[in-house]
């Protein structure tokens, strides 16, 4: 019988601690003589199969406002308005980084989305 042979090779082991969740990358290369890429394998101890999804982005409100003014002209009807959007102008965050290694610049559960700032829309309809 021929020995057992290593399926792969580890070429780097690294581990991250988030909170109090321990991640650890272990970047593992094929046999020599396969074709096959090298393969990034994650381990997460302490994070249950529930964990995935679970995420819960802050909740946020907006108030918008429209004010109309409609007119009859003979045949035809005038209308002018003023769409106001988030009349408060709150930028509160919408959603949270949900990538436990982050992107970039943003780390896990920093804010990556906000609600637009204050608008202001002016229209002039005629319609006949």
Known sequence: MQPCT?????ITQSSR????????VHRTRPPVDSKAPPVVVLHGWGASIDAVGSLTNPSWASLDLRVQYVRPIRKAR??????IFNVTDTQ????????????????????IRFLDPRRFFIGFRVSF
Do not use: I, K
């Open 78 to 83: 005038f209308e002018a308005f003023v769409d």
């Open 92 to 111: 509160d965050a919408t959603r949270l980084q949900d990538l436990l290694a982050g992107s970039g610049q943003v780390s896990y559960l920093d804010a």
């Open 6 to 10: 290593s399926m792969s090779t580890t």
């Open 17 to 24: 601690t988030v909170d109090d969740l321990v991640v650890r």
